[in-house]
Every structure is written in structure tokens, then in C-alpha cells.
Nanobody
Framework: DVQLQASGGGLVQAGGYLRLSCAAS????????IGWFRQAPGKERESVAL???????SYADAVKGRFTISRDIIKRMVYLQMNSLNPEDTAIYYC?????????WGQGTQVTVSS
């Protein structure tokens, strides 16, 4: 079974940093794209960062230069390093994999940035 579990959220002051982790199982990292998404209160869920199975990375404009997605294939972990956080980054963050035509989501982790 495909399973994702996100962790690492918390409360941080503006300008601070956090690293989110996503533990993944049930699929090959080399074959499927995995990404980080976020949903702020009253807003639609949006893509933050994406890494394809081949390692090609893309970012939302709002986080370019501040966030970094990475993976550890051996540990089966995907990370999101978030620097220079601002209150607009406050949201629930989810990891997701598109596996054989279906989307599988982790449970989400809350990130709150205070001004």
C-alpha cells in the first residue's frame, strides 16, 4: 500500500526556518513524482515544490529561493527545507505522490509563522 506521513511542522517567527519530512512507502522513488502542497485557511490547496522520479525539481514562484525539496532514496524520505519564512507561508503542508494515476496524500502538518 502507498503511504505517506508528513511531519516537522510547528510555530516559528517570521524569518525563521523549518524542515518538513515525508516518510513514504509502497512505491519506487525513481518512477513517480512526489511533491509538497499547502492549504492556507480559506484558500485552495496549492503546489509548493515537486520532484519527478528522475529528480527534476520545480517550485511555486512564491517559494523560489527560500524552499528546497530533496529526497533520500535509501531512507525513503522526502524533505522540504523552508527558510526565510513569512506569515503568508502559514498553512497545512501535505506531501503527495501520483502513483499509477491516483493521488496519495499524507495527513498534513501545520506550519504557523508569526509576525
Amino acid at each position: 500500500d502507498v503511504q505517506l506521513q508528513a511531519s516537522g511542522g510547528g510555530l516559528v517567527q517570521a524569518g525563521g526556518y523549518l524542515r518538513l519530512s515525508c516518510a513514504a512507502s509502497g512505491f519506487s522513488f525513481d518512477d513517480y513524482a512526489i511533491g509538497w502542497f499547502r492549504q492556507a485557511p480559506g484558500k485552495e490547496r496549492e503546489s509548493v515544490a515537486l520532484m519527478t522520479g528522475g529528480g527534476i525539481i520545480s517550485y511555486a514562484d512564491a517559494v523560489k529561493g527560500r524552499f528546497t525539496i530533496s529526497r533520500d532514496i535509501i531512507k525513503r524520505m522526502v524533505y522540504l527545507q523552508m527558510n526565510s519564512l513569512n506569515p503568508e507561508d502559514t498553512a497545512i503542508y501535505y506531501c503527495k505522490v501520483r502513483y499509477r494515476g491516483g493521488d496519495y496524500w499524507g495527513q498534513g502538518t501545520q506550519v504557523t509563522v508569526s509576525s
